[in-house]
């Protein structure tokens, strides 16, 4: 019988020095900066700019479940209603097509990228659906409401009062995705609707809520994306943090997944981080989530994990791999 998770966690940590660990903890905190500033304002003020394809706004997108917000829809240059386009939705999309729009000048250029692929014959015509952040809720709408149920009672309390605002939304934000969004979306355009056209990728936090989508809604999607996945928790006091909660969090995350995830080589799962600043510390967390999936049966046409030398927490570094996930969700049966 496999041990479960928790125990198979320790072993892994005992070999790690504690010296390293102290070290991976400041990180975390030099580093906060970088991962939290993912925030951004529901009230972008105009469509991001591009220049391959279109944007198409979606103004002020009400929901019944969170807070109303605009969608940009991009759409390839020769998009025609007589085909079917598969769908891609990803978070904090502020970041996805124009820097002049994200918090820290930087861009996926996610359309550029899709474009190359689509041309090479590489993945099947896609949309992309970007998705802004619930600003001050984002801790609230990314971080899974599932995983925090299975997090020690004191770390939950915490993380629920300090991060969440005591607004628990995750279970609510991905209802707006499903029962709100995408209809909405297939109904506006020529969209592939079945889980082998709909997709859903993420960085950070906007990693660990595109995996908790595939998780809680296999019906809906055919794979899922986590770039530099947050494993890890937040300090407990900004600023000044008293605990790290980088193990009763992690934890939890690990136990819903053993039970969770969709059974093996029914979907598409990809994962990676780097090896600098926030990144370093994803890699022993990643490690354990990737056993999970390797004692699920999962094989490499259906499980993707990867490590960037050198690669840090940024949009630049996304935008710089985000060719393989997408050929790797969207590649062409």
């Known amino acids: 019988m496999a041990l479960p998770v928790w125990h198979r966690m320790l072993a892994f940590f005992k070999g790690v020095h504690m010296k390293r660990i102290g070290q991976i903890f400041l990180v975390v905190l030099l580093a906060a900066a970088t991962s939290w500033g993912h925030s951004a304002l529901l009230g972008l003020p105009t469509p991001p700019v591009v220049t391959v394809g279109r944007i198409e706004r979606l103004e002020n997108f009400p929901s019944r479940f969170v807070e109303a917000r605009p969608i940009d829809v991009w759409l390839p240059g020769d998009y025609s209603p007589l085909r079917r386009y598969a769908v891609i939705y990803m978070q904090d999309g502020a970041g996805l097509f124009d820097a002049g729009q994200s918090w820290n000048h930087q ?57 969440q605002l005591d607004e628990p939304l995750a279970d609510a934000y991905l209802r707006f995705l499903v029962e709100e ?137 996304w935008s710089a791999r985000v060719e393989i996930p997408l050929q790797f969700l969207l590649g062409k049966p």
């Open 107 to 163: 861009a996926w250029n996610v359309h550029l990228a899709l474009s190359r692929l689509v041309q090479a014959g590489k993945v099947q015509d896609t949309i992309v659906v970007g998705i802004p952040n619930g600003g001050k809720h984002r801790y609230s709408e990314y971080y899974p409401d599932k995983y925090l149920a299975l997090a020690p009672q004191d770390v939950r309390a915490d993380y629920l009062h300090r991060a």
């Open 181 to 317: 969004l995408k209809p909405a979306i297939d109904q506006r355009y020529a969209t592939r609707r079945e889980p082998a056209g709909t997709f859903v990728m993420g960085s950070s936090m906007g990693g660990m809520i595109s995996v908790y989508a595939l998780c809680e809604y296999p019906q809906v999607f055919g794979g899922a994306g986590g770039l530099s996945t947050h494993w890890v928790g937040r300090p407990s006091k900004w600023g000044a943090p008293q605990r790290l909660q980088n193990a009763g969090l992690p934890l939890a995350a690990f136990n819903y997944l053993q039970g969770h995830l969709p059974a093996a080589n029914t979907r598409r799962v990809y994962m990676d981080h780097g090896t600098t600043g926030l990144d370093a510390t994803y890699g022993i967390h990643q490690a354990i989530v990737d056993e999970i999936g390797r004692e699920m049966g999962y094989d490499s046409a259906h499980w993707q994990s990867r490590i960037f030398e050198g690669a840090g927490h940024s949009e630049a570094d």
